[in-house]
C-alpha cells in the first residue's frame, strides 16, 4: 500500500526557508486523483493545513500562509516538497505529509517530522 | 472563513458510548471526515465522507452528519481509544480545507 515518508532538517533559523521532502512508496504520484498535501501540528496544538499539489502541478495553498508556500511535485522521483519562506518560531511544528483525495480526505499519513524554528 | 467547533474533551467509561460533536454553520451540506490521533503518531483516517469507514477501522466507529452537528460515535468504548480526535471539511467556496480544534477522548 502507499507510504510516505519525510525527510528534512530539524533545525532552521528564523528569517530562513524550511525546505521539507516526501517520498511515496507503494504507488505513483502521477495515477490517481490525488491531492498531496502538507499539514502541520505545532506542539501540543491542533491540525492545520498548508496546502496541496496535483501532479499536474495545480497547487491550493492555505490563505494565511499562501504568501510564504511553495508546493512542488517531482514525478521522476515520486517526490513532493514544500517550502516556507521568512519562518518564525510560530512555524515551529511537525510537519506531515499526507494524500488527499480530491476535494475531501488525507490517508494514508507521513510519519511527521518536527521543525525547529530557532537561533 | 468556515469553523468547525469541537469540544476539547470527553469523557466516558469503558463499555460505553462516546460521542463527539463538530459543530459548523450547515455543516450538514458538507462532507465530514474524522481522524483518530494518539499521543506522538500521525493522524489515522477512521471515518470518511460522513458515515464511510476505511478497511480496518472496527464497525464499533461511526458518523453522523445532519444541520449544523456532525458526530463521531464510539461504541463500546475500549482503552486503547483514548485519544485526540479532529473533524475535517473541505470548504468548497474558497477551496480550503479546514480542522476542527480537535476533542480528546479520556477513558476513564
Known amino acids: 500500500q502507499v507510504q510516505l515518508q519525510e525527510s528534512g532538517p530539524g533545525l532552521v533559523k528564523p528569517s530562513q526557508t524550511l525546505s521539507l521532502t516526501c517520498t511515496v512508496s507503494?504507488?505513483?504520484?502521477?495515477?490517481?486523483?490525488?491531492?498531496w498535501s502538507w499539514i502541520r501540528q505545532p506542539p501540543g496544538k491542533g491540525l492545520e493545513w498548508i496546502g496541496y499539489i496535483y501532479h499536474s502541478g495545480s497547487t491550493y495553498y492555505n490563505p494565511s500562509l499562501k504568501s510564504r508556500v511553495t508546493i512542488s511535485v517531482d514525478r521522476s522521483k515520486n517526490q513532493f516538497s514544500l517550502k516556507l519562506s521568512s519562518v518564525t518560531a510560530a512555524d515551529t511544528a511537525v510537519y506531515y505529509c499526507?494524500?488527499?483525495?480530491?476535494?475531501?480526505?488525507?490517508?494514508?499519513w507521513g510519519q511527521g517530522t518536527l521543525v525547529t524554528v530557532s537561533s | 472563513s468556515y469553523v468547525l467547533t469541537q469540544p476539547p474533551s470527553v469523557s466516558v467509561a469503558p463499555g460505553k458510548t462516546a460521542r463527539i460533536t463538530c459543530g459548523g454553520n450547515?455543516?450538514?451540506?458538507?462532507?465530514v471526515h474524522w481522524y483518530q490521533q494518539k499521543p506522538g503518531q500521525a493522524p489515522v483516517l477512521v471515518i470518511y465522507y460522513d458515515s464511510d469507514r476505511p478497511s480496518g477501522i472496527p464497525e464499533r466507529f461511526s458518523g453522523s452528519n445532519s444541520g449544523n452537528t456532525a458526530t463521531l460515535t464510539i461504541s463500546r468504548v475500549e482503552a486503547g481509544d483514548e485519544a485526540d480526535y479532529y473533524c475535517?471539511?473541505?470548504?468548497?467556496?474558497?477551496?480550503?480545507?479546514?480542522f476542527g480544534g480537535g476533542t480528546k477522548l479520556t477513558v476513564l
Open positions: 507503494g504507488g505513483s504520484i502521477s495515477s490517481g486523483s490525488y491531492y
Open positions: 475535517q471539511v473541505w470548504d468548497s467556496s474558497s477551496d480550503y480545507v479546514v
Open positions: 499526507a494524500r488527499g483525495a480530491v476535494a475531501a480526505w488525507f490517508d494514508p
Open positions: 450547515n455543516i450538514g451540506s458538507k462532507s
